[in-house]
Nanobody, 123 residues
Framework: QVQLVESGGGSVQAGGSLRLSCAASGGTISPYAMGWFRQAPGKEREFVAQITWLTTVYYVDSVKGRFTISRDNVKNTVYLRMDSLRPEDTAVYYC?????????????????WGQGTQVTVSS
């Protein structure tokens, strides 16, 4: 069982920067695809960024060029660097660890979430 704890959220003005961290315990993140999602008030949770175990990265279009996801498997931590923040980036940001594999005669899927960290961007 992997536990995820996010940190680094806060309040910033538009144009500012924050770096979120997601520290994992209870297991290594090495085989997991690690991602960040966010949920704004009154809206559905949405995908923000993901970095696979091979370090391939994916971003939602609205953050491309502004956000950078990275991972440090030695520190068992994933980061989300957020630059040029906008008021519409305001949300609770959640860390996710996802693993899926098919074996002979079966499959394994694991999906873990952190508790979230609030990011507020004022105009």
């Amino acid at each position: 069982q992997v536990q995820l704890v996010e940190s680094g959220g806060g309040s910033v003005q538009a144009g500012g920067s924050l770096r979120l961290s997601c520290a994992a315990s209870g297991g290594t993140i090495s085989p997991y695809a690690m991602g960040w999602f966010r949920q704004a008030p009154g809206k559905e949770r949405e995908f923000v960024a993901q970095i696979t175990w091979l370090t391939t990265v994916y971003y939602v279009d609205s953050v491309k060029g502004r956000f950078t996801i990275s991972r440090d498997n030695v520190k068992n931590t994933v980061y989300l660097r957020m630059d040029s923040l906008r008021p519409e980036d305001t949300a609770v940001y959640y860390c996710n660890a996802y693993y899926y594999a098919v074996y002979d005669g079966g499959e394994k899927e694991s999906d873990y979430w952190g508790q979230g960290t609030q990011v507020t961007v004022s105009s």
